[in-house]
């Protein structure tokens, strides 16, 4: 699949509504706000799924660019498509948002795939065996990072461990998400609904926080497939450096507050997460600054 064109290979027709089916069903939360350029896309991702056991639960956070009106065109179209709309209320409200879309979710897996994002047609099909071991609460895969016209600009690395869970998974999320991007995260229902999503205060994100109230439910296990694309917005990097070292900081500090960490981790995760902030800040620096003298 590349930006634009959907490859339709084994894809299955939908399930009429009301007919019984033949595997469990995948709710699949979609944010999205004034995404009206790259919506169709990821929708269309959805739909091109060989496995046709979804639904799709679009929440619009008040968008005014005719966001919400391509939505709605799909949702005519495909039962499995419910367009969920609410005021703006930005980043700050983001858990508000997608527990909203949790508490509709009628499926017994969650996945999720922000509207500027987008899957390869087998991603269900290749990340649903996992889950046969009833230990798995969470599964992960390798992430495509594309550009905004969808060119392919790298991949995310598979990890050392395949399976973490309890104090060995808690520790590993403390030096980072390594269960992200969130386009390749797939969740057992129940798991998540006991819990919901979790945005402690000055977090942008609920991805990272919530994964840590999982780690004593179950397994989180990597599949070694490519099970989503990424888009990066170059021209919001900075600002979403700076956003990522703040929500990281918050979550930290909300886990030291519900003493699941003292004091003494507490300020050397705040060293760590600084330090790693301002290298990056400064390889960017760098790589603009050798950019510029090599144009020279």
């Given amino acids: 699949m590349t930006d634009g064109r959907v490859v339709r290979n084994k894809r299955r027709e939908p399930p009429e509504r009301g007919g019984e089916r033949e595997g469990p069903l995948v709710s699949i939360i979609m944010p999205t706000y004034n995404q009206k350029e790259f919506i169709d896309v990821a929708i269309r991702s959805v739909l091109a799924q060989t496995y046709p056991f979804w639904e799709l639960l679009v929440v619009d956070d008040g968008s005014t660019d005719g966001t919400a009106e391509i939505v709605c065109q799909y949702q005519a179209q495909d039962p499995r498509i419910r367009l969920l709309k609410r005021p703006h209320k930005g980043m700050q409200?983001?858990?508000?948002?997608?527990?909203?879309?949790?508490?509709?979710?009628?499926?017994?897996?969650?996945?999720?795939?922000?509207?500027?994002?987008?899957?390869?047609?087998?991603?269900?099909?290749?990340?649903?065996?996992?889950?046969?071991d009833p230990d798995v609460v969470l599964t992960w895969g390798i992430s495509g990072y594309v550009d905004a016209n969808g060119n392919l600009l790298g991949r995310s690395q598979a990890p050392r461990q395949r399976c973490l869970s309890g104090q060995k998974a808690f520790r590993a999320l403390l030096v980072r998400n390594f269960a992200t991007p969130t386009v390749t995260v797939m969740v057992r229902g129940d798991a998540l609904r006991a819990v919901g999503f979790v945005q402690p205060r000055g977090a942008p994100f609920v991805d990272y926080p919530t994964w840590f109230e999982l780690v004593d439910q179950g397994k989180l296990c990597f599949v070694d497939e490519i099970l989503g694309f990424w888009r990066v917005h170059r021209a919001q990097q900075s600002r979403r450096l700076v956003r990522m070292w703040l929500g990281e900081i918050a979550t930290h500090i909300t886990l030291w507050r519900k003493r699941r960490v003292p004091l003494v981790v507490l300020v050397g995760l705040l060293v760590f997460v600084t330090g790693k902030f301002v290298r990056r800040v400064a390889l960017r620096y760098l790589s603009g600054v050798a950019k510029t003298t090599w144009v020279r």
Avoid: T, V
């Fill in 93 to 132: 409200a983001l858990g508000e948002l997608y527990n909203l879309a949790l508490s509709m979710a009628e499926g017994e897996f969650i996945a999720i795939l922000e509207g500027d994002d987008f899957w390869p047609e087998d991603k269900l099909e290749k990340q649903l065996p996992a889950f046969e």
